[in-house]
């Protein structure tokens, strides 16, 4: 596979910084080995991401990412479990940031690199992607490349080549690497003396929000995030709102998710965004089991959103809460 696109905007995304959304679809397998290693990685990742402040959206059912899903501003991608591309990235308009690195596990994901539709690697490719790694054949999951340790190596600045090589117990194995071997991602990160830029740019929120994590993030948990809450408000920071909500579902506080997944709806600007929060806020709801403020929200997204490419989701969402729940009948 050539692609001169790949170099481009690998060298593009190590001077400016690569900016975005990650998005990491576990499979909720929860068993301590065997299988559930991969789930563990990809939990890790989460992790990982929220102390440098990359605002991370984290699926953890057994279902991957729907199709229709609004993935947008997807600058790196982590997942498993499907033989073949699916889900956002079947979609003509889907196009990841440029530089964008995308993995997903399954134990043929490379093995071919000339079909834009088979597999994995060469599909995310296909969408932009500037790096990816996969497997020829089976190559059994502990030998395959840790994506935690991968997603760390990167994350400290290390290259491609280097993180992907820190990753894998074993060598001329199954797995191969597909991009610039030097590209460092998070270059930017470590310069010093890095030029500042006045100017505003659209990667301003993204920069913020990392700047203030690798501040703060020495403070207890709940300080920290009511610190950063109160300072994404007052930016009108959009992704860091929606990321700290995450934060508070994934911990089972749900109305404190709920609150904060309100403020980024009304925040973001595009549809896409906004369709995507509201999917989160609604099952937040859920969760409290307050179903008629889920779908009281969904009917009002829909009435504004109802042709976004997600909206289906939203249909499906409405029409499984408007079913009438079955009660068993009284005894006489």
């Known amino acids: 596979m050539r692609d001169s696109r790949m170099i481009v905007d690998a060298i593009a995304a190590e001077k400016s910084g690569l900016w975005g959304r990650a998005y990491v679809d576990g499979a909720h397998n929860t068993g301590g080995g065997g299988i559930g290693i991969g789930d563990q990685w990809l939990a890790e990742i989460t992790g990982q991401l929220h102390k440098v402040g990359i605002p991370a959206i984290y699926e953890d059912t057994p279902a991957i990412f729907p199709e229709g899903y609004p993935m947008t501003d997807c600058a790196l991608y982590y997942g498993w479990y499907a033989g073949g591309v699916a889900g956002p990235f079947t979609e003509p308009d889907f196009r990841f940031v440029p530089g964008a690195i995308a993995v997903h596990i399954h134990s043929f994901s490379a093995s071919t690199l000339r079909d834009p539709n088979s597999n994995w690697v060469a599909p995310l490719v296909s969408k932009g992607a500037a790096a990816s790694m996969g497997n020829v054949y089976e190559p059994y999951l502990q030998l395959t490349p840790h994506l935690d340790i991968f997603n760390d190596r990167l994350l400290h600045g290390f290259t491609f080549a280097e993180s992907a090589y820190m990753s894998i117990r074993v060598l001329s194995w199954m797995s191969v690497m597909v991009g610039d071997p030097l590209y460092r991602p998070y270059a930017s990160w470590l310069q010093i003396d890095a030029p500042r830029d006045s100017t505003k740019s659209p990667a301003d929120e993204w920069k913020m929000y990392h700047a203030f994590a690798v501040k703060n993030i020495i403070r207890p948990v709940s300080e920290f995030r009511t610190l950063a809450r109160q300072v994404a408000s007052a930016s009108h920071n959009c992704p860091m709102m929606e990321d700290l909500a995450l934060m508070e579902a994934r911990d089972g506080h749900f109305a404190e998710a ?59 969402m409405e029409q499984d809460l408007s079913v009438p729940s079955t009660s068993s009948p009284a005894k006489p």
């Open 258 to 316: 709920a609150s904060h997944l309100q403020q980024a709806r009304t925040c973001y600007a595009q549809r896409d965004d906004i369709l995507r929060v509201a999917l989160e806020e609604a099952d937040a709801w859920l969760k409290q089991n307050q179903p008629k403020r889920a779908l009281e929200l969904v009917r009002n997204v829909l009435r504004t959103a109802g042709d976004a490419p997600g909206a289906p989701l939203l249909r499906k």
